[in-house]
């Protein structure tokens, strides 16, 4: 949507009416399913949306994920019916909608006071960052299939977010931690188990900014590089003993 509302692509693109859509509908499911499979009974999960508790992001998580479906089905309605008009009025609640629900994972981490690894403030910045990534990546390899004119924008999307990505994880890697509990769960993703996956990750991402005349073949490098940062970065915060 982002796209279309910066003028380079039309309502009536492929990308805009079918491609972006599908993919965050795809995406979407995948991570309510995994949210799903994650709950210790997955068969209560309708319990967030019939007797929430609001003021846990797992509740607020499941609101925004269950308002941003919403809009996708609207979309896609307007996109089945070719009503420009629907997929309109989709976009004015989907970019927010979309916002939130790529940064309020940063805000369930946060509800964990035990992992301080996952107390950086800067984390919902970094994880729209992410998205950014992602979903550039991913709309740039349709692009490649079913409209090529518009790869150039995409691959400079790409480019900057993921310039954005690496100046973030150089910090978190660099700069001081207040706590020894963050100390040695930075020390786990630099040095210690992680590091081989952490570095690697970061430098697929890396790869995108050294080569950003290559076209289309590098989101699969930003795509996997993300992919191996977050395992390391999750698997990092749970590593460290709580006492």
Known sequence: MLGVLAGHLSWHSVLAVWAAPLIAAAFL???????????EHPGRFVYILTRP?????L????VILTGYAAVLGVHLLGSVTG?????QAAAIPGVPLAALAAVYTAYL???AKARDLWQNPLLPAHMLVQAGVAGS???LLAAVWWQPRAAGWLEWV?????AAHVLLVLGEAGIGHPTEHARLAVHELTRGGLARVYWAGFGLVAAVI???AAGAWVAPLALAGLAAYEHAYVQAGERVPLA
Do not use: K, N, Y
Not at 53 to 57: E, V
Not at 83 to 87: F, V, Y
């Open 210 to 212: 050294a080569a950003p």
């Open 137 to 139: 990546a991913a709309l």
């Open 29 to 39: 499911a995948a991570t309510a399913g995994l949210l799903v499979w994650d709950l």
């Open 83 to 87: 009503s420009a008009g629907l997929r």
């Open 59 to 62: 509740v607020r998580g499941g």
């Open 158 to 162: 790409l480019l900057g977010t993921c």
């Open 109 to 111: 981490f946060a509800q």
């Open 53 to 57: 508790q609001w003021r846990s992001w």
